[in-house]
């Protein structure tokens, strides 16, 4: 991993609010410094974009709550976002810096009046932004054309009056079906635009071809899709609804959201500031619909980026992360024209390789809600030409509907009460693979779970409190998709301290011993393969049960007795 500039963790905590030379550059005389940023800049756009080449002053100021990583980090230069505040603290303090000046934008805007839809036929690539108000339109006319498709999910409604809105797609959307739920959002930094009107176009583009693409209409048939195409209005509109020229990194408290959710490591509130309306909403969001797939989309680079944020280790399911951003990013480049998603490891990243975030909404949702979230920058440009927007639709188009595919692939299945049939929550754990809470849990309502893993055998534990454990051995193959159906037997409560808990299994050669079963009457042993079936059943109480004949292999045990069982893997050389 590279030396990172803007290693949070190891910025130095300065003691008796001295300032090392080492850590500060003098600007000869003032360069004129106060001028270098007109504060209609900052009243225009909220913030500004620096850079700075010297690792120990990055480390410095990023102590001010005005300055936070904007896009990355290397070893001699860091991108950083400066507020108002942030800026006056630089110059008080002379630091020297580079101010990035915003380059000119061209944007077409269209209200309702002007915003076309084509009932039954798709619309043209948009190159065009909407309207706040074309923008509900929009979402509201997608719902009306196509009732039985699309329904639109107010998330939560801001102060400003203006609402978080997602369209729910799906073949049935009025029923919870076994299906994954994938969620797209974009343009939680309000101006990095361009996944905002490319949301709408992917919302069109699912609608308008369900009836005659083959591929769309098994996607819409096999997958719960949402797509919240505007993820901060208030920064993106700021105090006016009719242009995203003039938008803004942040929300109308000033506060950047990708910085404001809880983090798995710096805890509930990173950034010291109120958890927002956005971040509140969309945490309930989550929790509710519970996404199993979700992404995340910015702008101001061209990456997928990958978890984790927040920690300098990998995840568990590294593997299975590169391969799908890898697709994604080469999906793109074959469908762009020129040198595009190509971006530090020729299109995809580790996020903590590239920059640090805390607070951030990915690694939030992976952690605490169990689902699976990448983030894609999606322009090198935040605030992107309108004209551009096209291109940029077409060179992911592909790469969206393939991302939506991948939640069809892997592992799956329901888990049930063998006695009811009820669907039960438990815990679905990949033994030697899972950590950091990359274990997933089934749906109270339908008992369904998903899994998505990179090919490979794998040991499952399937755990529920009240019910015996069970042990699965599957194989995952690319693009496929494997299903493994559960029954979880409860057990007695008034048991759960019996002997089953002490017994010892040893396996000697071709022969099982159980210690301490003679303390238990009427025990019963069974042995099971990886697929479930009993290979051998003892039901005397004998201490020892003969494996000759069986393969080297992992097997399960299963100890009964007095209404309780538990089972455990062992394995045969």
Known sequence: MMNKTCDLKKIAVWKNGLLSSLFLIVLSST???????????????????ITIDDHDVVQEVLQHEGITVDHGCTHHKAKLYVTKEGYEYLIDNNYAFNYVERPPVVVEMRGPQEIFTYKGDCMPPMDYYPTYEGYVAMMNAFAEQYPDLCEVVNIGTLES??????????????????EPKVLYTSTMHGDETAGFPLMLQLIDYLLCNYDNDDQIRQLLDEVDIYINPLANPDGTYTDDNSTVDGATRRNANFIDLNRNYPDPEDGTNPDNRATQLETKYFIDFAEEIGFDLSCNIHGGAEVVNYPWDTWAKTSADESWWVETCREFADSCQINSVGNYMTDYYDGITNGYDWYEVNGGRQDNMIYFYRGREMTLEISGRKLLNSDRLPEHWEANRGAFISYIKSATYGLKGTIKDCETGEP????????????????????????????FLDDGVYSVRYTAEGYDTVYRSVTIFDDAVHIEDIELCAFSSSVSDSALEQLILNLNGDRLYISGAAQIPNLNVSIYSAEGRVLRSNKEGTPMIDLGELASAVYYVKLEANNKSITRPIVKQ
């Open 31 to 49: 360069l004129f410094a106060q001028d270098l940023v007109p504060a209609s800049v900052f009243k225009s756009q909220g913030g500004i974009e």
């Open 161 to 178: 009056g203006r609402q978080l809105l997602a369209a729910h797609i799906g073949d049935d959307i009025n029923e919870s079906d076994n």
């Open 424 to 451: 039960i929550v438990a815990e679905v754990f990949l033994e030697g693979h899972d950590r950091d809470n990359s274990s997933v849990f089934s749906d109270a309502r339908l008992g369904n779970y998903f899994r």
